[in-house]
């Protein structure tokens, strides 16, 4: 009989200890839900008021501010000017030459500047090109007469041309000769002697009138 007592005592016991948990445990259940109730009433609260204030913000009208003064605007002052005083003092003019009715005006003569000298202007291309008397072929045949294979060249075999500058002047003759060009060996002189010795040729012409003309020639020198 205490065996059974004994156990009942115990399941008595085990019934009121799993009952004190429930109830413990439902009750905390209850607390938590009333709990998230008021939060979610607290974020419901203050969304509200968040857009609220929102809205309130955005139907602020705007202020209005008021327009500048207008400048100020300064009228002229007219300021009398006094007359100005006359001078009576004389004034004194001092000659360093005295003038009689004796002293005579000499006039003074303003010589006129010498003209100076026009240079004439020397062409290289004009209308009518000056040109040697019976052609370039009695030019080079002349030439061909005159000139004399330098002894020096004639040993060192030495051949080519010889570019020659002159000037046509408006009579004809030749002048201004120089080589501007040449191959040496006494070449480049025997050259020139032979145009300065050259006869005349006909100048060249420019609007109808003789004119200066500046010509280049070559020269050639060839060993037979």
């Given at each position: 009989?205490?065996?059974?007592?004994?156990?009942?005592?115990?399941?008595?016991?085990?019934?009121?200890?799993?009952?004190?948990?429930?109830?413990?445990?439902?009750?905390?259940?209850?607390?938590?839900?009333?709990?998230?109730?008021?939060?979610?009433?607290?974020?419901?609260?203050?969304?509200?008021?968040?857009?609220?204030?929102?809205?309130?913000m955005?139907?602020?009208?705007?202020?209005?501010?008021?327009?500048?003064?207008?400048?100020?605007?300064?009228?002229?002052?007219?300021?009398?000017?006094?007359?100005?005083?006359?001078?009576?003092?004389?004034?004194?003019?001092?000659?360093?030459?005295?003038?009689?009715?004796?002293?005579?005006?000499?006039?003074?003569?303003?010589?006129?500047?010498?003209?100076?000298?026009?240079?004439?202007?020397?062409?290289?291309?004009?209308?009518?090109?000056a040109?040697?008397?019976?052609?370039?072929?009695a030019?080079?045949?002349?030439?061909?007469?005159?000139?004399?294979?330098?002894?020096?060249?004639?040993?060192?075999?030495?051949?080519?041309?010889?570019?020659?500058?002159?000037?046509?002047?408006?009579?004809?003759?030749?002048?201004?000769?120089?080589?501007?060009?040449?191959?040496?060996?006494?070449?480049?002189?025997?050259?020139?002697?032979?145009?300065?010795?050259?006869?005349?040729?006909?100048?060249?012409?420019?609007?109808?009138?003789?004119?200066?003309?500046?010509?280049?020639?070559?020269?050639?020198?060839?060993?037979?």
């Amino acid at each position: 009989m205490e065996a059974k007592k004994t156990a009942k005592a115990d399941l008595t016991k085990k019934s009121s200890f799993f009952f004190s948990i429930g109830l413990l445990i439902t009750m905390s259940i209850v607390v938590m839900a009333f709990e998230w109730k008021d939060r979610d009433k607290q974020e419901i609260d203050l969304m509200g008021k968040s857009t609220n204030t929102f809205e309130e913000m955005l139907e602020i009208p705007p202020t209005e501010q008021p327009p500048p003064p207008p400048p100020q605007v300064q009228q002229p002052q007219i300021i009398e000017v006094p007359d100005e005083e006359e001078i009576e003092d004389e004034i004194q003019v001092k000659f360093d030459v005295e003038v009689t009715e004796e002293t005579k005006v000499q006039q003074i003569v303003i010589q006129a500047e010498e003209p100076k000298e026009e240079v004439e202007e020397i062409f290289t291309i004009v209308e009518d090109p000056a040109s040697p008397v019976g052609g370039m072929t009695a030019f080079y045949q002349y030439v061909g007469d005159k000139i004399k294979y330098p002894p020096q060249a004639r040993r060192m075999g030495v051949e080519g041309r010889v570019f020659v500058e002159f000037v046509i002047d408006k009579d004809g003759s030749i002048t201004e000769v120089r080589a501007v060009k040449g191959i040496g060996a006494g070449c480049d002189e025997e050259a020139v002697r032979i145009l300065q010795g050259a006869p005349k040729w006909k100048p060249g012409k420019q609007r109808g009138k003789p004119v200066k003309q500046r010509m280049v020639l070559p020269i050639t020198f060839k060993l037979g």
